[in-house]
């Protein structure tokens, strides 16, 4: 199998005509016209060229232009430089563990990195890992273990935690474990894959109510807001009127037990969307966890 630095340099030698002239493929190597072609068909190509083109400051950069991981071959000098490194981790986020000490502990240089890839937190320094703005940018990104890598203090911080399983529910492996508990978190988690309820704290998995089918939005989601307006009981059957926020009234019959659960399922098959809002008298907004109660004690 053949890398892509093999492939690149055996085409160029091809394509430069040299076939039985003499001329070796290590003789190219240490040929700048030669070795900065190479290095922008494929920037990895920097670790098989002589080591002396790894402090050449315009073939390190059109190598980490066309690769970022190129950094790990450049100068120690040259992963000192910051105008390169954030070339290269700009390209490709995990170049960041080439970069020198302290482009590692450098904001601009991290928020760059992580920005283009979430798991480069892990090669910051660790007052970096504590800086709750870049752990977010970080977050952003939707890798599952980016929330890993983030200082303890992080791991434990509430809001922090929520916008990690709303990216990626798996991230809820990685919050703090007294945070597993957190039902709020679990359900959002569970929301984007079910499968990641086995990382909640036992207490949490037997609560019906933390589950994926459960309509009703939490605080914070993006969704579709319902106020829950007229209601009647006739012949044990429940009619309720929901106006959604751009005015249009929609009516729904029910069992005259129905619950919340039941109402909100109905009303966000409506909407189009998986879970809703719903605003009952006196802008009491409904909450997930009361999925069991009857929709007429609510109104």
């Known amino acids: 199998r053949r890398t892509c630095s093999k492939v690149v340099f055996d085409t160029l030698h091809e394509v430069a005509g040299i076939e039985g002239t ?8 240490g040929d700048r016209s030669f070795v900065l072609e190479a290095v922008q068909l494929c920037g990895i190509a920097l670790r098989d060229v002589e080591d002396t083109f790894g ?12 690769n970022g991981i190129a950094l790990t071959w450049a100068s120690a ?24 000490k302290r482009l590692q502990n450098d ?36 890798k599952r273990k980016a929330l890993y890598f983030a200082a303890p203090e992080c791991r ?38 079910r499968k990641c309820l086995r990382h909640a704290a036992a207490d949490v998995r037997f609560d019906s109510a933390v589950s994926p089918e459960n309509p009703i939005a939490l605080h914070g989601s993006q969704a579709p807001i319902f106020n829950v307006m ?19 009234e929609h009516r729904f019959e029910l069992p005259a037990d129905a619950t919340l659960g039941d109402f909100g ?4 098959e409506v909407a189009g969307r998986k879970v809703v809002f719903l605003v009952f ?19």
Request: proline share 1%; hydrophobic share 45%; with cysteine.
């Open 22 to 29: 003499g001329l070796e493929a290590s003789t190219l190597r």
């Open 55 to 66: 402090d050449d400051r315009g073939v390190a950069q059109a190598a980490v232009r066309q």
């Open 77 to 100: 000098a040259l992963r000192n430089d910051k105008e390169l490194v954030l070339e290269a981790v700009r390209q490709h986020g995990m170049a960041l563990k080439a970069a020198a």
């Open 107 to 142: 904001p601009e240089v991290v928020h760059s990195a992580v920005t283009e890839n979430g798991n480069a937190l892990q090669f910051a320094s660790a007052e970096i890992q504590a800086d709750r703005e870049l752990v977010k940018v970080a977050l952003r990104q939707g």
């Open 156 to 193: 434990a911080d509430r809001e922090l935690a929520m916008e990690a399983v709303r990216l990626n529910g798996n991230s809820l492996e990685f919050v703090a474990e007294e945070l597993k508990n957190d039902r709020e978190i679990v359900l959002e988690a569970i929301r984007q894959n």
């Open 230 to 248: 007229n209601n009647t009981i006739e012949d044990q059957t429940l009619k309720v009127i929901a106006c959604s926020m751009s005015g249009t």
């Open 265 to 268: 399922s109905r009303v966000a």
């Open 281 to 299: 008298h006196g802008n009491v907004v409904a909450s997930p966890f009361d999925v069991q109660r009857r929709v007429v004690d609510l109104l």
